[in-house]
Each structure stands twice: as structure tokens, then as C-alpha cells.
């Protein structure tokens, strides 16, 4: 018999020995989380940091409000992506169209996906852009 641990994220149990990974700092000798959660933390803390910038992403399957599909901007993507999806939107097939250096640019580059391209979410933007460009 193995012996379980629940991964305080997932809220699933795993087996300790194979499915977590070593902390000493831990009373068990055990991270809280399991391998798979703390491998996606890890990916997505990489990719925040490798560009450390702001992403214009599109939900292609995001149907429910235009054939293209919904686009966005945002500075934390992961956390964007998981408020969508919390929201009920349909996040399967998630897709990063570009990263920029600064909201302005990323603002820009969203409107023209949402004006020419036909991307959904075009009223948010608008109001962002002209918000920003007030300052
Ligand atoms: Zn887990």
C-alpha cells in the first residue's frame, strides 16, 4: 500500500514517493503540490519571465461571440486565461498572437485584430486605448 497525499492545489491524492517532489523544508519531506501542478507553475512562471511583457491573446474557439473567435490584452496571462474560463468562456485552444514591451503597443496591436481581423471584445479595448491615450 502507497501512501496518499493530497495536492493542495489540485485537491487530489497522489502518491507521496512518485508523484511529489522533495522539500526538505517540509514536515514530510514533501511538496504541497503534486508534480504535475508544480511542473504547470513552473511553465507558466517561465514564460512571465522570458518576456516579462504584455501578451495579446485570442480564445479561438470562444464562438459564442464571433467566427474569429475573442481577443485580449492582459500583463498576467495565466491568471487572465483562468478568469476567462471561471467566467465560462471557452479557453480550449488558447493562443498568445504577440508580446510587447508596453501596454500601449499591446493596445494597439489588439484593436487592429479586433478592426481588421474580426476578433471579438473590440468595445473593452476601444475603451482602453482611448483611456490611455487621455493621460
Ligand atoms: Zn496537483
Redesign the pocket.
Known sequence: MCKLKE?S??K?SFNIDTDFYNAKAKKDGKDH??K??RNAIAASQRIEHITGSYFVYALPNENGVSDKGYCGQTKNLNHRIRNHKYVGKVVDGWKILKTFKTRVEALAYELEMHTKEGYAGNSIATRNFNKLNQI
Open positions: 495536492c492545489k489540485c487530489e503540490y503534486c504535475t501542478c
